[in-house]
């Protein structure tokens, strides 16, 4: 899998100290026959020697226990502060609940709900008496979650609602391990914590005491494109290797330089590895952490405009969505040609920023900052206020975003630090450097972790964040994952003169035309999705003569483009497939998505589906990625007209 190790080419490396003044650290560069092959971060934050994650609650509250640390809501819709001191009360009594009801040191824990706290509490409390938590996606079918309570030997599940209690109660005979069903809307969280009166404190305090840096905290299994999930086993060291660094690396969002409280309004499935990371940073650092259970617009929104965050994680089909819902609220209002300028000059500005900060430029000019000035209370304020009002950052995960949307946030007023990484790695193994941002890429690597490019393209990664290995009851226990400790990822990129890395592509995903020709389908696919009437692309052609694509519409995009021309916009899928003119406007897309490839990698034909790609339909992961095969499958007719000799399928 890797490369012959490279000569390393040393670059200028500063002190990893933050004394109050943010220090540039830039990555040590291998080459080989002239390319960047290898680049390294050093760690920020010394490796964990001993003590877990069951520590956090405990020494918050020691150290600070008047700060607030979470919020949750309560049943009015308000939010209420829960304090360092609260938090580790909380996590205490369940965590003898916990030990009241049997459950013994490494016995694993199911949770399977939304964004809650309780998701957080019960992680920390299972933690704190020795337990191994296991994720399961509410949207997990009946199948999946028996699969992963049994291949994971799971004692206990704890669920969000009844319903999904009770759709797993046919299945309950084939668990033979799960001796326990609580369910959050019962309350069964809350009798946790009073089943648990009458064990000693101490208890939780001797099993705290067996924990250390590579004892296992999560199974954590991936949600797989294809194939049955496997079970990522994270251990605490991963954890902390993680977060310590993240929350050095990326101190505009973790440490406060204002008087202004900084604070995290999650709203991304705990269910993936990305959003416990986030959640474990949270209270390492103290910053304020709020649930969101929902990400319909309808109830996001009033979530965001109450609890106000300063910084938002979130994925590059949100921010699309924003900034495309943004534009057709300008277009309704007849505003949009000054939207349009506004536009212009964000992006601009954010390129002059990334100038700036790179040395290759002086920044935004006197002309270009008064255009921003101009426009900030037109258009940038509006779109911060819609997410609170206070929002600076974002974290931003899971697929490319893409330059031209990142420079505009950044000229919005909100910086975006991209990343890249893998449940695998504990979430992300590259993020966009504060101090030096490079706008479409994603970023340098987590201090503390190696990037490599291998001989055939694939990247390799390597770090205390990577995971122990794979659960395999079957073997043991744990099974490894790494080969003379790279971690393969199964992605392709790049990695530029800098050491930033570029991400181009799956390996399993990549097609071969019939031509022999190699067709990456991501950039294709992330510059078509980004576009305000289209919802899902999926670029075919693998042993085909051309690459063809799937192209799924985004409704609310439709309903506002109908109106804006004249057309009603309640209408049949049939009369929307029959619409030419509409017709026309993908072509024009998808013609401009060419650009970015060779013509014998350029979409020749494409066809617009009658229904979008769901995660209720099988065609989308949790985490918004396509399941080719399910989709392949599902829409075989239509890929076959793609290819109708007769030339019968729509062009």
Known sequence: MSTPHPPAVPMAVHSTTYDGTPVLVEPAIRRLDGAVREVSVPPFAPPLTHGSLAELPFDNARIAPEDKVLSRRT?????????????????????????????APGDRIAVMARTVYEWTLLDFAAWACGLVTVP????????????????????????????????????????????????????????????????????????????????????????????????CVISHGNFFAEVDNAIELLYPVFRARTS????????????????????????RARVRLGHAPSLKSEELLPDLASFRPTCLVAIPYMLEKVFNVARARAETGGRV????????????????????????????????????????????????????????????????????????YAGAG???????????????????????????????PLPGTKVRIAADGEILLSGGHVLRGYWDPNAGGVVPATADGWLPTGDIGRLDEEGYLYITGRKKEMLITAGGKSVAPAPLENWLRAHPLISQVMVVGDRRP??????????????HWR???????????????????????????????????????????????????????????????????????????QIEQLYDPYGTARR
């Open 75 to 103: 049943e009015s819709g308000k939010w209420t502060h829960v304090t360092a001191a609260r938090f580790a009360d909380e996590v205490l009594a369940t965590a003898k609940g916990l030990i009241a009801e049997g459950l």
């Open 136 to 231: 399961i996606y509410p949207t997990s079918s009946v199948f999946q979650t028996r699969w992963i309570l049994q291949d994971s030997g799971a004692v206990a599940l704890v669920t969000e609602t009844a319903a999904q209690a009770a759709a797993l109660g046919p299945e309950l005979n084939r668990i033979p391990d799960l001796r326990h069903l609580w369910v959050m809307d019962k309350g069964h969280v809350e009798r946790l914590a009073e089943h648990g009166a009458d064990v000693r404190d101490q208890e939780v305090a001797v099993r705290r005491g067996m924990l250390g840096p590579d004892t296992v905290a999560t199974v954590v299994y991936t949600s797989g494109t294809t194939g049955r999930p496997k079970g």
């Open 260 to 283: 202004e409280e900084a604070a995290i309004l999650h709203f991304l499935p705990m269910s993936h590895i990305f959003g416990r990371m986030v959640a474990v940073a949270c209270i």
């Open 337 to 408: 040609t000054a939207f349009d300028r506004a536009v212009g000059v964000a992006c601009r500005y954010g390129d002059a920023r990334e100038a700036r900060a790179a040395g290759t430029g002086p920044g935004p000019s006197a002309a270009l900052k008064a255009a921003r000035t101009f426009y900030d209370p037109l258009v940038y304020r509006r779109i911060r206020n819609a997410m609170g009002g206070r929002v600076r950052y974002m974290i931003c995960g899971g697929s490319p975003l893409g330059r031209r949307l990142a420079a505009f």
């Open 414 to 444: 909100i910086e975006i630090y991209e990343g890249y990484g893998l449940t695998e790695t504990t979430g992300a193994a590259t993020v966009t450097p504060p101090l030096k941002p490079r706008l479409g890429t994603v970023g340098w």
């Open 546 to 559: 051309y690459v063809g694509a799937l192209v799924t519409l985004d409704m609310e995009g439709i309903a």
């Open 563 to 637: 109106r804006m021309h004249g057309k009603h916009p309640a209408v049949t899928a049939e009369l929307i497939l029959d619409d030419e003119e509409l017709r026309a406007v993908l072509q024009r897309a998808v013609d401009e998505a060419n650009k970015l490839v060779s013509r014998p990698e350029s979409i020749r034909r494409f066809t617009v589906l009658p229904v979008d790609f769901t995660e209720e339909a099988g065609h989308l992961t949790p985490s918004m990625k396509l399941r080719r095969q399910a989709i392949a499958e599902d829409f075989a007719a």
